[in-house]
Nanobody
């Protein structure tokens, strides 16, 4: 099976932290661009980061300085560490794998990534 399994979402108070995990099966993450996305109720999907071997991780302005992407090649897993969470961070979060060239383009919620996680709900209370 070729899939991404996402986990780690939940309910957290404002100012708190969460770490999301995205584990790949059937393909090797290091060969792909890894994007993190989120979609809040009533809003379009937002690209919040992109990571590949081609360059440094790019972050959306809305999360820059608060969110950090890391990976563990041995576990074929990528992580999104979220700190100083705000109520406006509340959304369903998705990881995706696609063409590594995607990370050379501006962040977008419209990239046609090859594989997607199922999404995990992050709710930040005030």
């Amino acid at each position: 099976q070729l899939q991404l399994l996402e986990s780690g979402g939940g309910l957290v108070q404002a100012g708190g932290s969460l770490r999301l995990s995205c584990a790949a099966s059937g393909f090797t993450l290091e060969h792909y661009a890894i994007g993190w996305f989120r979609q809040a109720p009533g809003k379009e999907r937002e690209g919040i980061s992109c990571t590949s071997k081609i360059g440094n991780t790019n972050y959306a302005d809305s999360v820059k300085g608060r969110f950090t992407v890391s990976g563990d090649n041995a576990k074929n897993t990528v992580y999104l560490e979220m700190n100083s969470l705000k109520p406006e961070d509340t959304a369903v979060y998705y990881c995706a794998a696609g063409n590594p060239l995607f990370c050379l383009a501006p962040l977008s919620g419209k990239h046609d990534y090859d594989y997607w996680g199922q999404g995990t709900q992050v709710t930040v209370s005030s």
